[in-house]
């Protein structure tokens, strides 16, 4: 079987464990448990008829004064960059995040994932920001770990790229 390892990163309590938990396991937990370090994931998808183990970095939240660990980021295949929609500055923190994963990684496949579709009327980020992302060329899906809106989705789309 082929195995992948895929990095998420993104600001802190932007939903990435929450986001990986809907994937892996299937479940939603409205605690809050802060990442410490890195937490190591794996989950078999059948992809196109093939067969992937998708080995999941869940990284520590990013804040600018604790950055990106880019060790943990090397040597993947693929990459999701979560923002939580109801606060900007991690969208702008994603976008940063996503300059510094291709300067490290080259060109990987690499998804932005704006987390908390739930509370879409609550968003505060511009459509027409998100708009200019995505006319950029860069993938952008809005998921919802709580409501499990696009997860596997998002992950398939990683691991249909990788693959490719």
């Known amino acids: 079987m082929i195995r992948k390892k895929v990095a998420v990163v993104g600001a802190f309590a932007v939903g990435k464990t929450s986001l990986v938990q809907r994937f892996v396991s299937g479940i939603f937990s409205a605690r809050y448990l802060t990442t410490v370090g890195v937490k190591i994931d794996k989950r078999d998808c059948t992809v196109d008829d093939r067969q992937v183990t998708l ?3 869940d990284l ?3 804040d600018g004064a604790h950055g990106l660990r880019l060790s943990h980021v ?3 295949s693929g990459v999701l960059v979560v923002a ?3 606060r900007p500055a991690t969208f702008e923190a994603a ?3 996503g ?3 291709d300067g490290l990684l080259g060109p990987v ?3 932005l994932l704006l987390n908390k579709a739930d509370l ?3 968003w505060q980020l511009e459509d027409s920001a998100i708009a200019a992302v995505r006319a950029d060329g860069q993938t952008v899906l809005e998921t919802s770990a709580k409501a499990g809106t696009a997860v596997a989705a998002a992950f398939d789309e990683l691991a249909r790229r990788m693959l490719a």
């Open 109 to 111: 496949p690499r998804l």
């Open 99 to 101: 300059d510094e994963i």
């Open 95 to 97: 976008l940063r995040l």
């Open 84 to 86: 939580d929609g109801t």
């Open 55 to 57: 080995v999941i970095w």
């Open 74 to 76: 090397r040597g993947s």
């Open 60 to 62: 520590e939240g990013e």
């Open 120 to 122: 879409r009327d609550a």
